[in-house]
C-alpha cells in the first residue's frame, strides 16, 4: 500500500513556474510507476505526466509536453512535477498516483491517490 501527500501548488501569474511534490509513505514507492493527473472544475480528471520506476522512462500529455517535467527520487520516497511556461488553462487540482495496471495515461490503472494540490494560474 501507498500513501500519497501533493504540495507545492499555489497561485502563479502566466509564463510563471512550480514544482509540485508528492511524498509517499510506503514500501512499495520505489517499484511502481508512477504518475501526475490533473482536474478541473466540469472537467474531467485528465493525464499530466508518468514516470517508471527507474526514473529513465517518462511520457507525457501533449499539452504539456515540453514545459512539464516528472521526476522521482527512490530514496526520499518522492516524486516531482517541475512546470515552466504556466498557462491559465493548467489550472486545476493535481493528484499523484501509483500505477498498478494498464495504460499509464488512463486514471483507471492507479490506485492509490493524493489528496490534490491546487495550482491556479492568472492571467
Known amino acids: 500500500q501507498v500513501q500519497l501527500v501533493e504540495s507545492g501548488g499555489g497561485l502563479v501569474q502566466a509564463g510563471g513556474s512550480l514544482r509540485l511534490s508528492c511524498a509517499a509513505s510506503g514500501r512499495t514507492f520505489s517499484s511502481v510507476d508512477m504518475g501526475w493527473f490533473r482536474q478541473a472544475p466540469g472537467k474531467e480528471r485528465e493525464f499530466v505526466a508518468a514516470?517508471?520506476?527507474?526514473?529513465?522512462?517518462?511520457n507525457y500529455a501533449d499539452s504539456v509536453k515540453g514545459r512539464f517535467t516528472i521526476s522521482r527520487d527512490n530514496a526520499k520516497n518522492t516524486l516531482y512535477l517541475q512546470m515552466h511556461s504556466l498557462k491559465p488553462e493548467d489550472t486545476a487540482v493535481y493528484y499523484c498516483?501509483?500505477?498498478?495496471?494498464?495504460?499509464?495515461?488512463?486514471?483507471?490503472?492507479?490506485?492509490?491517490w493524493g489528496q490534490g494540490t491546487q495550482v491556479t494560474v492568472s492571467s
Open positions: 514516470v517508471s520506476v527507474s526514473g529513465t522512462g517518462t
Open positions: 498516483a501509483a500505477h498498478i495496471s494498464g495504460s499509464v495515461t488512463h486514471y483507471v490503472g492507479y490506485r492509490y
